[in-house]
């Protein structure tokens, strides 16, 4: 009980700091004040309503009943709004900063925003290995229901907001990409309202050109409404092997040599800094060693990364039991290692035990609050680019983020990228190994410019037919754009659904004037 007074005279006291210094100055001075007294609670009940909603969903089996409304309802609203003579472009009514990119897309002021509220699981086939989603399904959602029922995603990207239809429209990756690739690679089938309100679905082999065509479009051929994604049977645990690697050449032979190993389910790197790294590899039991389970998940538990970074510092490598949804979201509690710079004290154990079971605060709540300031300062002086790079040309992407950027850890992640039709491929014509290398939070290099340090890093990738992911800060120029990616097919298709008149090409919804 005195525990409890105590926290709540605290509470009070930073209510009444708070109303005198004003809540921009908190804001933008003291931010993790703002987070922990308002949005973390803020995040708790969007969580659990969001929650209770699904779940009540999908008891009742009343999404597969309401999606055809639905669909309905939005070929009603592109047909009104070519009847009324297409006067300006299209994009779904989604408020910018419900997404998880850092940004926030201009031209929803003034495009004709269709509202698509889309947020249900339709269908678990388990004879045919299919999940059927709607585009706003998020990876908590996914991975809650199919692991309650004895089944995963072969590709789970981290983060529990990330959504079916960024993941598709944009992209999405983790540690298993290797043997099943990108999230685009594990969708069967697409289901889309075109710019004449008609409904189309499309797979390899029905309307495979559009098939091909809707991964990285960023929702400028059609509004996606469902999608048919593969499943496969999980187990209970996942059996992770840490190993500290020094030496900038070993880290990143070994990274590829576990990579190219398919008894690998998992693998990922952590890079400390330019010379020191530990790469974890996982596989999949129902079997564990009672006195290695590690339950990282719970909210009273030391942020992944850190806890990961324990191995490099005491030289030694190891072996734990993680239950298998820990595993795919334990990047979450963190948002990588993002949180450490807006609450620096939040892997403290008392904080954890204390405020631990409502971090992290909705990556849509920070960016919906953050303000012009905050929102110039991150901008300047802060870094958060994922880059998809050719296996070979890894080592060189480290000793080139280290020189000219210099922010760590570094997030590696392998993925196979196939030959196939679309905006991202190999340069030949089989399938090549790729390495995902997510750099996040504040440069350390005295020669960071945001603009001239980003269009270094941009001609980088260009020079090694290397990919930008398309969520982040982008200075390309067009035609710097189209030297990065394939539009060929993307064109033909812009063309054939006339959606050149109804939808801005992806460039102009991605490049760093169309955002703030």
């Given at each position: 009980?005195?525990?409890?007074?105590?926290?709540?005279?605290?509470?009070?006291?930073?209510?009444?700091?708070?109303?005198?210094?004003?809540?921009?100055?908190?804001?933008?001075?003291?931010?993790?004040?703002f987070?922990?007294?308002?949005?973390?609670?803020?995040?708790?009940?969007?969580?659990?309503?969001?929650?209770?909603?699904?779940?009540?969903?999908?008891?009742?089996c009343?999404?597969?009943?309401?999606h055809?409304?639905?669909?309905?309802?939005?070929?009603?609203?592109?047909?009104?709004w070519?009847?009324?003579?297409?006067?300006?472009y299209?994009?779904?009514?989604?408020?910018?900063?419900?997404?998880?990119?850092?940004?926030v897309?201009?031209?929803?002021?003034?495009?004709?925003?269709?509202m698509?509220?889309?947020?249900?699981?339709?269908?678990?086939?388990t004879?045919?290995?299919?999940?059927?989603?709607?585009?706003?399904?998020?990876m908590?959602?996914?991975?809650?229901l199919?692991?309650?029922?004895?089944?995963?995603?072969?590709?789970?990207?981290?983060?529990?907001?990330?959504?079916?239809?960024?993941?598709?429209?944009?992209?999405?990756?983790?540690?298993?990409?290797h043997?099943?690739?990108l999230?685009?690679?594990?969708?069967?089938?697409?289901?889309l309202?075109l710019?004449?309100?008609?409904l189309?679905?499309?797979?390899e082999?029905?309307?495979?050109?559009?098939?091909y065509?809707?991964?990285?479009?960023?929702?400028?051929?059609?509004?996606?409404?469902?999608?048919?994604?593969?499943?496969?049977?999980?187990?209970k645990y996942?059996?992770?092997?840490?190993?500290?690697?020094?030496?900038?050449?070993?880290?990143?032979?070994?990274f590829?040599?576990?990579?190219?190993?398919?008894?690998?389910?998992?693998?990922?790197g952590?890079?400390?800094?330019?010379?020191?790294?530990?790469?974890?590899?996982?596989?999949?039991?129902?079997?564990?060693?009672?006195?290695?389970?590690?339950?990282?998940?719970?909210?009273?538990k030391?942020?992944f990364?850190?806890?990961?970074?324990?191995?490099?510092?005491?030289?030694?490598?190891?072996?734990?039991?993680?239950?298998?949804?820990?595993?795919?979201?334990?990047?979450?509690?963190?948002?990588?290692?993002?949180?450490?710079?807006?609450?620096?004290?939040?892997?403290?154990p008392?904080?954890?035990?204390?405020?631990?079971?409502?971090?992290?605060p909705?990556?849509?709540?920070?960016?919906?609050?953050?303000?012009?300031?905050?929102?110039?300062?991150?901008?300047?002086?802060?870094?958060?680019?994922?880059?998809?790079?050719?296996?070979?040309?890894?080592?060189?992407?480290?000793h080139f983020?280290?020189?000219?950027?210099?922010?760590?850890?570094?997030?590696?992640?392998?993925?196979?990228?196939?030959?196939?039709?679309?905006?991202?491929?190999?340069?030949g014509?089989?399938?090549?190994?790729?390495a995902?290398?997510?750099?996040?939070?504040?440069?350390?290099?005295?020669?960071?410019?945001?603009?001239?340090?980003?269009?270094?890093?941009?001609?980088?990738?260009?020079?090694?037919?290397?990919?930008q992911?398309?969520?982040?800060?982008?200075?390309?120029?067009?035609?710097?754009?189209?030297?990065?990616?394939?539009?060929?097919?993307?064109?033909?298709?812009r063309g054939?659904?006339?959606?050149?008149?109804?939808?801005?090409?992806?460039?102009?919804?991605?490049?760093?004037?169309?955002?703030?």
């Open positions: 009980m005195d525990a409890v007074i105590y926290l709540a005279v605290l509470a009070v006291l930073l209510l009444f700091w708070v109303r005198r210094k004003g809540v921009e100055y908190v804001i933008i001075h003291h931010r993790w004040v987070v922990c007294l308002f949005l973390l609670p803020l995040s708790v009940v969007f969580d659990v309503y969001y929650y209770l909603r699904a779940w009540l969903v999908f008891k009742m009343s999404a597969p009943k309401q055809d409304l639905r669909v309905r309802d939005i070929q009603r609203q592109v047909r009104e070519k009847n009324q003579g297409s006067k300006t299209m994009c779904t009514g989604r408020p910018g900063w419900l997404t998880v990119s850092l940004r897309g201009k031209y929803k002021k003034t495009h004709k925003n269709i698509i509220n889309l947020m249900d699981i339709l269908e678990v086939d004879k045919k290995q299919v999940v059927r989603v709607e585009p706003l399904v998020n908590g959602q996914v991975t809650a199919l692991n309650s029922i004895g089944w995963t995603l072969p590709v789970v990207p981290e983060l529990d907001d990330l959504t079916v239809g960024g993941l598709i429209m944009g992209t999405g990756i983790e540690s298993s990409s043997i099943y690739g999230f685009q690679n594990i969708c069967i089938a697409y289901e309202v710019a004449d309100g008609s189309v679905r499309c797979t082999k029905e309307n495979p050109d559009l098939f065509a809707v991964p990285w479009s960023c929702g400028t051929l059609g509004f996606l409404v469902a999608a048919e994604i593969k499943i496969i049977p999980a187990k996942v059996r992770l092997q840490y190993q500290p690697v020094r030496n900038r050449k070993m880290i990143c032979e070994t590829s040599r576990e990579s190219q190993n398919k008894e690998n389910h998992f693998v990922e952590l890079v400390y800094s330019q010379d020191e790294a530990v790469i974890m590899t996982g596989v999949l039991t129902d079997v564990a060693e009672p006195e290695k389970v590690n339950r990282i998940g719970y909210y009273y030391p942020w990364f850190k806890h990961v970074e324990k191995y490099l510092q005491e030289n030694h490598s190891g072996v734990e039991y993680i239950p298998l949804r820990h595993y795919y979201h334990r990047h979450t509690r963190s948002i990588f290692w993002e949180l450490q710079d807006i609450i620096p004290f939040g892997n403290n008392l904080f954890r035990y204390v405020f631990g079971w409502m971090v992290p909705k990556i849509s709540l920070l960016k919906l609050t953050q303000g012009e300031t905050i929102r110039k300062l991150y901008e300047q002086h802060h870094v958060v680019q994922d880059m998809l790079v050719p296996m070979k040309s890894l080592e060189k992407l480290i983020l280290h020189s000219e950027i210099n922010v760590y850890p570094l997030w590696l992640c392998p993925f196979s990228l196939p030959s196939l039709p679309g905006m991202v491929h190999p340069k014509d089989e399938a090549e190994l790729y995902d290398v997510g750099a996040y939070g504040e440069p350390k290099a005295k020669q960071f410019v945001a603009k001239s340090s980003t269009r270094q890093l941009e001609k980088f990738l260009r020079d090694t037919h290397s990919f992911m398309l969520y982040a800060d982008c200075y390309l120029t067009r035609e710097e754009f189209w030297e990065m990616f394939d539009g060929a097919l993307y064109r033909k298709l054939q659904l006339n959606a050149k008149d109804a939808f801005p090409e992806v460039y102009d919804k991605i490049c760093k004037a169309a955002r703030h």
